[in-house]
């Protein structure tokens, strides 16, 4: 019903930056989903980075340094990550849901992952 295929990812040396791609598509797909990032590193649980509806939100880890955008019209969302750090290096995935949580229970759909390593 909802299609997320993320892009973008790769290894980067700390200070570095990535942007990452969200592209979003299906039947049920509609620009008033509320759009989030979360990442997961090995053994960890998946966390909450950035959020955007009417206006965005960001975990404390990445606020300053991470930038969360959409363009409705081509269907993306992106994450800016400026200055990556080590402890940036996870899995990112974009999630489409109905309200601006950190909680990732609260989204329905989810895509595959893009996976980012910042070597030091």
């Known amino acids: 019903q909802v299609q997320l295929v993320e892009s973008g990812g790769g290894l980067v040396q700390a200070g570095g930056s990535l942007t990452l791609f969200c592209a979003a598509s299906g039947r049920s797909w509609s620009s008033n989903f509320i759009m989030g990032w979360f990442r997961q590193a090995p053994g960890k649980e998946r966390e909450f980075v950035a959020v955007i509806d009417w206006t965005t939100y960001y975990a404390d880890s990445v606020k300053g340094r991470f930038t969360i955008s959409r363009d409705n019209a081509k269907n993306m969302v992106y994450l800016q990550m400026n200055s990556l750090e080590p402890e940036d290096t996870a899995v990112y995935y974009c999630?489409?849901?109905?309200?601006?949580?950190?909680?990732?229970?609260?989204?329905?759909?989810w895509g595959q992952g893009t996976q980012v390593t910042v070597s030091s």
């Open positions: 999630a489409a849901g109905s309200s601006a949580a950190a909680d990732p229970r609260r989204y329905s759909y």
